[in-house]
């Protein structure tokens, strides 16, 4: 398995932008698909993006589609998510997750990283 540190949140103004990095350990990294989550105050957690393990597919939420880009560098067992055009609803914990088999089942998680976009 991996291990999964996710940094980068932070506080932003509306129409803003943010970069987030989960550093990831484990010598499966290269091999699994990896998504993003985010867990806003008193909702559940919901799925943000999903890049496949190659890089070539990538996946997002409409309500994040043309704003987020999801990117990784395996090479550096690093996964990103770039935030542009942030607004007040994306504010929430954001989590990185790996899918070490690549079938939609995310089973290694991050710690979170709070992002809040100010109004």
């Known amino acids: 398995q991996v291990q999964l540190v996710e940094s980068g949140g932070g506080l932003v103004q509306a129409g803003g932008s943010l970069r987030l990095s989960c550093a990831a350990s484990?010598?499966?990294?290269?091999?699994?698909?990896m998504g993003w989550f985010r867990q806003a105050p008193g909702k559940e957690r919901e799925f943000v993006a999903r890049?496949?393990?190659?890089?070539?597919?990538?996946y997002y939420a409409d309500s994040v589609k043309g704003r987020f880009t999801i990117s990784r560098d395996n090479a550096k067992n690093t996964v990103y998510l770039q935030m542009n055009s942030l607004k007040p609803e994306d504010t929430a914990v954001y989590y990185c997750?790996?899918?070490?088999?690549?079938?939609?089942?995310?089973?290694?998680w991050g710690q979170g990283t709070q992002v809040t976009v100010s109004s």
């Open positions: 890049i496949s393990w190659s890089g070539g597919n990538t």
């Open positions: 997750a790996a899918d070490t088999s690549s079938v939609y089942i995310y089973n290694v």
């Open positions: 484990g010598r499966t990294f290269s091999r699994s698909a």
